[in-house]
């Protein structure tokens, strides 16, 4: 068998999320399909992780087993030719037997887009959250910072989350103004569910003055989601970058 | 009565274009319905030219004439509280009387954009079209000197379009590589219908180097419509900016 992994990317618009659920459109559903047409066998894949309903992806990494002999170099061109305009598949590597796109990823990007102006931009409006009012990015900035390390993220996460650890490393948080835009990006081993959002929406009510940004010392150690902010929606959310 | 004029923008993917037709969603139909609401009348909006299904706008122009009072300063807010996210009125002012958004135009400025590169992008498929071999953007911008100035456009012109003169002064055409991407910017008095499309379609054909730069003199003068290359797809096209 050989073990193939492939960067791809979304727009998260049009789907239920990555994973696969019956009866609705997924990203891994449309993979899968795609895979098992050129293969012709049926194919399981496994990403890096799951991303909600209506977030994007620029590189997302899964992988596949297949006996199928098609070479690497002409996988992304079969991909593309069979997958809709929403998903390409960017990059294609041959790798070891063991390597698994979830179990292996060292870290996970996300960046999040807010467009921050008085008007929407309508042309943007699938990539990124329109907030009005004027944000304070060096209040976000500085909140932030707390937020660095390994933690217990349950305050940060969806309250309907699988029983697994809410211990986190997050690694890095970087909020930059972009003229008109704000971009927030974070990088940590792994997200719990929501968490990104939960973590911009409550970032961006301390930028808009409606909690002070002390506040965000007390949320984290809460352990609890009521006490921090509104979920950010899932249109302003990409995973970007993957490592392994 | 009082005359408005409004700039809006519009990602045109889920519309069957910009003017009214029963049944289908139009952004027409759209801006009429809200402005019904906010000024209690039954609104008709003139637009500066149609644009077809798929086609986006970053800055179309319409005027609409009220007995309402709503200031122009808070029309833009009131529209984008009641307008779905895919549009947005950026830019509101009272006018003179007269003023038409069509009949005074003087100048569109339509863009095109072409993503030239091996893989597509998902992220960015809903707005331009994806074009995999090199194109050879010095034979391109070579070739569409020949289009600038007063000619009859009637080759590069849907064969159903209206009995009007298919004359039209074009007054430039540029074509930049930006990286990966190539942009390829026509501003015209007016456009006859697919006009622009029709163009980059055909200048695409030269950059792929499926027919000579020299054809495009021919085709301008056959004034026949089979003598041009294919229509690009609709997706890479914004109205950028109406001049006045």
Known sequence: MRNIKVVVSYDGTDYYGFQFQPSVRTVQAELE????????????????????????AAGQ?????TQGSIPVERLCLAMNCLLPPSIAAMEADEVEN???ARYHARSRLYVYS??????????????????????????????????IGTHDFSSFASADRDQTSPMR?????????LGERVEIAVRANAFLRSMARV??????????GLRPGLDMKRILEAADRRQ????APARGLCLREVEY
Chains 1, 2 share one sequence.
Do not use: Q
């Open 61 to 65: 990494v899964i992988n596949f087993r």
């Open 114 to 147: 807010i467009l921050n102006r008085d008007v929407p931009d309508a042309l943007a409006s699938r990539f990124c959250w329109h907030v009005r009012h004027p944000l304070d990015v060096d209040a976000m900035r500085e909140s932030a910072r707390v937020l």
């Open 98 to 100: 063991d390597f698994h």
């Open 199 to 208: 973590i911009v929406g409550t970032l961006t009510e301390i930028g808009l």
């Open 33 to 56: 399909r795609v895979l098992g047409l050129i293969t012709k066998e049926p194919v399981t894949i496994y990403g890096s992780g799951r991303t909600d309903a209506g977030v994007h």
């Open 228 to 231: 921090a902010g509104k979920t």
């Open 169 to 177: 490393d997050l690694n890095g948080i970087e909020i930059r103004r």
